[in-house]
């Protein structure tokens, strides 16, 4: 008798190693996904410490304002510096309030689109915000 392996043998690897395919490729995608997300999540959570160091000193984030790429001050009081929001897929341009801080809340968007970090191409559909609670939302 001749070794080797049958036509229906041979499929079913065929078929095993698609299904492994199958469910590993997405887990694969939203695992980096993820990661390429925390980036972001950090430089709003730099932000938000800021924030949090802002309304100590004033009782209220009404004026609080990103000037001089990104650093939230009102007349130079935080040290929040424009590099540290630089990273591989989310740049400094990328993180805005959205809508204006009030006495006792506010809410930071970071955008990928608005990156011009070196990897932005890859962020460009996500955004995600930050409140003074600290809760975070992600859309991508």
């Known amino acids: 008798s001749r070794g ?10 065929v078929i095993v190693v698609g299904v492994l395919a199958a469910v590993a ?9 993820r990661s390429k997300a ?5 430089g709003l959570g730099a932000v938000r410490s ?15 304002s990103f ?11 935080l040290t929040l510096r424009a590099n540290d929001l630089e990273g591989r897929y989310f740049s400094t341009s990328c993180y805005t309030f959205d809508g204006a801080p009030d006495a006792t809340s506010y809410t ?9 970090a070196p990897v932005a191409s890859e962020v460009s559909h996500m955004t995600l915000t ?11």
Do not use: N
């Not at 800021?50 to 609080?64: C, G, K, L, N, Q």
């Open 4 to 13: 080797g392996f049958t036509l229906v043998e041979l499929m079913i690897v």
């Open 38 to 42: 925390s980036e972001a999540k950090a």
């Open 108 to 116: 930071i968007e970071c955008d990928g689109s608005a990156s011009t």
């Open 130 to 140: 930050i409140d003074e609670d600290g809760d975070i939302t992600q859309d991508w």
């Open 25 to 33: 490729i997405p887990m694969y995608q939203l695992a980096a996904e």
């Open 67 to 77: 000037v001089d790429d990104a650093a939230v001050t009102v007349g130079g009081i």
């Open 50 to 64: 800021s924030m949090r160091v802002y309304f100590a000193e004033h009782r209220t984030y009404a004026h609080a």
